[in-house]
């Protein structure tokens, strides 16, 4: 047996406690804290999405002040490995929709269903929120977060471009 297959082996092992209801209460989805601050930028950074501890314990400020949106982390022995966040875009075309604006696992907690627990979080906020529906982007190269979101119950609704136009500096507000 190689290394890899090994270490996969040693780390099911260790987390099939996950995959059982009675040990379910390992893991915990609560509400984020400035304190979760460095774990969530470490996982963000990974996604793809540069941001420094400092910039976001700003950011989790505000969103908590504010009942439309929501930041939820998933906490496994005390360690953040994954989190989620749900807003309420205001729209007069999709008028009290959901909107999941980001959801990430770390890499070494995948398919032990951390993910789910975060999804049915958000579902739960959404459903106590009212809204008729939820709706989430994902880059077209994110394959296997497509067969995750089918799993949970979404479907492709339309696939889009998305256009950017850069401001100059001067012209910018400043948000950090
Ligand atoms: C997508 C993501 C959040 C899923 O989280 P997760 O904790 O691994 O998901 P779960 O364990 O709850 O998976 C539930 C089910 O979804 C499906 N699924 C999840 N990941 C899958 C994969 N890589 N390939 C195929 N099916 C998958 C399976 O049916 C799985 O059930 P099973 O493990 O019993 O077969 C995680 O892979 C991730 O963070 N990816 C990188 C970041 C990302 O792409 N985020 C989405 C941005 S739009």
Redesign the pocket.
């Known amino acids: 047996m190689n290394r890899t297959k090994r270490l996969r082996r040693v780390k099911a092992k260790l987390l099939s406690p996950l ?1 059982d209801n009675a040990y379910a209460q390992v893991l915990n989805v609560r509400s984020v804290k400035a304190s979760d601050a460095k774990n969530i930028a470490k ?1 963000s950074t ?2 793809g999405y540069p941001v420094s501890a400092r910039q976001m314990v700003r950011r989790i400020g505000v969103v908590r002040t504010r009942r439309d949106q929501k930041l939820f982390a ?1 906490e496994l022995n005390q360690n953040i490995v ?1 989190w ?1 966040e749900i807003f309420l875009p205001l729209s007069v075309l999709n008028f009290g929709k959901a909107e ?1 604006g ?6 070494h ?11 049915n979080a958000a579902h739960g906020w959404a459903e106590r929120k009212r809204c008729p529906f939820i709706y ?4 077209v190269i ?4 497509h ?6 119950g979404y479907a492709i609704l339309k696939t889009q471009y998305v256009f950017q136009k850069l401001f100059s500096k001067t012209k910018r507000r400043n948000v950090e």
Not at 142 to 145: E, Q, S, V
């Open positions: 995959r996982l990974r996604l998933a994954g989620l999941i980001a959801l990430i696992v770390d890499d907690y995948r398919r032990f269903g951390v993910g789910s627990a975060l999804m989430l982007r994902s880059n994110r394959k296997k977060a067969k995750f979101y089918k799993h949970k």
